[in-house]
């Protein structure tokens, strides 16, 4: 009769265990170990993330990332005049150093949608692939106002963890170069 009630018991507290760990998990607390450029919490219903990562866009040379698709009407200069259109798949790293471990892509578009100034209009998505956030994605569409030190963006969306994802992106000029961008990138997402 002892070994009986040992044996249910045992059972019980791994129910219980069980029973927890999916209370824990669907109250939208992460309960793994949040990489060093994120991090998501629980806010009542919702999660909140709020990541810092760095986009490398590189426009020539050999490493390019960004490709012109369709070239400004009238323009003989790649990626500049008003109506350009480029393809992209940037790296998204920790650090601002190339080299620094990459978290990530953002894939999608961008072109002059201005004839007064350096605008872009951006469609892309981040898709990372370090730690909990491997395989999620949040996707951004908006204007991008190159020259201003702070530019913000809307998140429109995502996908895995970010799935019903709404928020914002700030981001600020890291180097610009004629070959190459690194923008510094914050973004606050609920999801």
């Known amino acids: 009769m002892g070994k009986l009630i040992t044996e249910v018991a045992r ?5 219980a265990l069980i029973t927890a760990t999916f209370t824990y998990e669907s109250a939208g607390r992460v309960h793994k170990r949040h990489p060093a450029w994120a991090k998501t919490v629980g806010c009542g ?7 810092q990562f760095y986009f490398h866009d590189v426009i020539s040379g050999e490493n390019a990332t960004a490709v012109q698709v369709v070239p400004a009407p009238g323009s003989n200069h790649r990626f500049f005049g008003f109506g350009f259109i480029a393809m992209v798949d940037d790296p998204l790293t920790v650090g601002p150093h190339p080299n620094s471990k990459l978290v990530g892509r953002a894939q999608g578009l961008y072109g002059s949608c201005s004839r007064e100034d350096a605008t872009l209009i951006m469609d892309l998505t981040y898709i990372f692939q370090d730690g909990i956030y491997n395989g999620s994605s949040l996707s951004i ?3 991008n106002s190159v020259l201003k ?10 996908t895995g963890l970010f799935r019903m994802a709404v928020g914002y992106a700030l981001a600020r000029t890291y ?13 606050t997402v609920y999801h």
């Open 11 to 15: 059972f019980v507290v791994f129910i």
């Open 45 to 51: 219903k919702e999660r909140k993330t709020v990541m």
């Open 141 to 143: 569409l908006g204007r």
């Open 149 to 158: 030190p702070v530019r913000e963006f809307p998140v429109i969306g995502g």
């Open 175 to 187: 180097s610009i170069t004629s070959r190459a961008a690194i923008v510094g990138y914050n973004i």
